[in-house]
């Protein structure tokens, strides 16, 4: 019984890994065109730290090194009541909007408009949004047809976890920051009451006297990244249920390891798309990278540090991207950027009991005239709040291996995935059209 279904799970991957391949060769046409424009626009100056910020950041993190043995000391004590008072404020803000992926993001966006220096929080934000979106795909039109209750269950748990997790220790250092812009200044010394790591705080008082947004930026990667390694990616339960599970290694179909970032053209204004060629025209486009292998933390630290070049080396994602996110409010749905392929209403019902497949409703890379949008509703739809369980508290840096990620950065050749991700929706369909995998 066992090697029957061990064989059935191989063959249903076989068959998986072509159903990618099958629409990307129908809009192979398109997809030549989307990639000469990524060459063309992505002709972008690296992103540069300065050279003796960085080299301040090393001296210090050394010596804290040599003199602690580990970075974590647990912090100075609050000085004061007034220091008392701010931490425990921060705390109940962080917690606050710490409730679903919705509140994170609009937290994110928030704070980038208050702070432009902090180009990370406009990152976070963009990232945020995509995790947002894969969330709701798990209670879409598509994926209830591909994976089982369970199986969505599971992968819920760990964006949702993943997610939360880095607002919990990211967003204390965004507001710390604000806090010592109005106090005239740094106040970094409280971050270890927040558990952070004080690897960052050394980032940010390099950042504090040198104002260097690229050093903070990838600083910030580095630690998020670092923060989860052990506390989600390497946790045994996501990794036995999760990210050793036949479904997780189809990510590539579920498009879990892609990330895209809509931006608009300077000409176009997000209004309600009309259907037909006319609201092809007038959608925003993707700008993106696939993530190869996720469990990997060299590479999902690189793959950060690639998206933040698309997104702030490159001018057309930059501008596009924030009129994207000043005119769209995230709701966790895909209709948020392309409401003439999905639609937050109308829902249409998972695999029903006599095995119906989904009605078919793509054509290539687009919607088949006359056909109804995909379902993709908002995060309050798809999944009631829950509240994630407090991370266990450790300095996860303990040497200077996060220092040989501290480099320039070379924006990538190619960043258009327009039609790239609307291929990946054909292959979903194709798949939901199958039968469930795994099933």
Same mark, same amino acid.
């Given at each position: ?11 249903? /991957? ?23 424009? *990524?060459?063309?626009?992505? *002709? ?28 974590? *000391? ?31 993001? =609009? ?28 969330? &709701? ?36 250092? /965004? ?68 990210? #050793? ?53 060299? #590479? ?53 009991? &006599? ?42 840096? =303990?040497?200077? &291996? ?10 990538? =050749? ?12 054909? =292959? ?12």
């Amino acid at each position: 019984m066992q090697s029957e279904k061990g064989g059935r799970e191989k063959h249903w /991957l076989r068959r998986l890994a072509e159903l990618p391949r099958e629409a990307l060769r129908r809009a192979k046409a398109v997809l030549g065109a989307s990639a000469a424009e *990524s060459v063309q626009l992505a *002709s972008a100056p690296r992103l540069r730290m300065k050279p003796q910020a960085l080299l301040e950041l090393r001296q210090r993190l050394e010596r804290q090194l040599q003199q602690a043995g580990t970075p974590l *000391s647990g912090g100075s004590p609050p000085a004061g009541p007034a220091e008392t008072a701010l931490v425990d404020r921060i705390m109940r803000r962080r917690d606050a909007d710490n409730r679903n992926n919705v509140s994170r993001t =609009a937290a994110y966006w928030d704070m980038h408009l208050r702070n432009p220096e902090l180009e990370w929080a406009f990152l976070a934000h963009m990232v945020s949004r995509n995790g947002g979106w894969n969330m &709701t795909d798990l209670q879409g039109g598509l994926l209830p047809h591909v994976l089982d209750g369970r199986q969505r269950e599971q992968l819920f748990e760990f964006l949702e976890r993943a997610n939360a997790l880095i607002f919990r220790d990211a967003y204390p250092q /965004l507001l710390l920051y604000e806090e010592s812009v109005k106090a005239g200044r740094p106040l970094f010394h409280l971050l270890p009451r927040f558990g952070v790591s004080q690897f960052m705080r050394f980032v940010w008082e390099s950042f504090w006297r040198h104002n260097d947004p690229v050093l903070l930026t990838v600083g910030l990667i580095v630690n998020e990244q670092s923060y989860i390694e052990g506390r989600v990616v390497g946790n045994r339960q996501f990794r036995e249920e999760v990210l #050793e599970a036949a479904y997780f290694r189809a990510q590539s179909l579920l498009q879990l390891n892609q990330v895209v970032f809509p931006y608009l053209s300077e000409q176009n204004h997000f209004v309600d798309l009309p259907q037909g060629k006319e609201a092809e025209e007038r959608a925003p486009r993707l700008a993106g990278l696939i993530l190869e292998n996720f469990a990997s933390l060299r #590479e999902r630290i690189e793959f950060g540090k690639k998206l933040y070049a698309i997104l702030f080396a490159i001018p057309a994602v930059r501008e596009g991207a924030r009129r994207f996110a000043a005119q769209r409010k995230h709701t966790g749905s895909r209709s948020d950027y392309w409401p003439h392929r999905f639609a937050a209403l109308g829902r249409e019902a998972g695999p029903s009991r &006599t095995g119906t497949p989904p009605q078919e409703r793509l054509d290539g890379i687009r919607l088949r005239p006359g056909a109804a949008p995909i379902y993709s509703p908002p995060l309050g739809d798809a999944w009631p709040d829950r509240p994630v369980a407090v991370p266990e508290e450790y300095d996860w840096c =303990a040497d200077l &291996t996060p220092l040989k990620y501290m480099t320039d950065i070379e924006p990538p =050749a190619s960043y258009d995935m327009t039609d790239a991700y609307a291929a990946g929706l054909r =292959a979903i369909e194709l798949a939901a059209r199958a039968g469930r995998l795994l099933e």
